[in-house]
């Protein structure tokens, strides 16, 4: 277990270690993250690039190509003023 001070810090120690992980299994071209549309991951470098918020990411350079972004497994449009626990399931 590791504590961290915030969560882009979390977000930063979670993709070294999965990347050294690995590293360390003779396998270091496994390096790709996978990250959701419209999720914000912070503004540290890896979280950054995780963050599915395109507009967090203008004028910091080109994004990471380790990093695949998905839609959310449900996507429901929601009006101004309506929120998940309004929509019927």
Known sequence: MLF???????VETVI???RHYHFLRGEPR?????????????LTGAALAATGLEAMKEGFGQPDPDFTH??????LPLSVGEC????PT
């Open 70 to 75: 998905v839609p959310p497994p449900l996507l």
């Open 84 to 87: 998940r626990r309004d929509v």
């Open 30 to 42: 496994r390096t790709g993250i996978i990250s959701r549309h419209r999720a914000y991951r912070g």
């Open 16 to 18: 070294k270690v999965n």
């Open 4 to 10: 961290t001070t915030g969560g882009a810090e979390a």
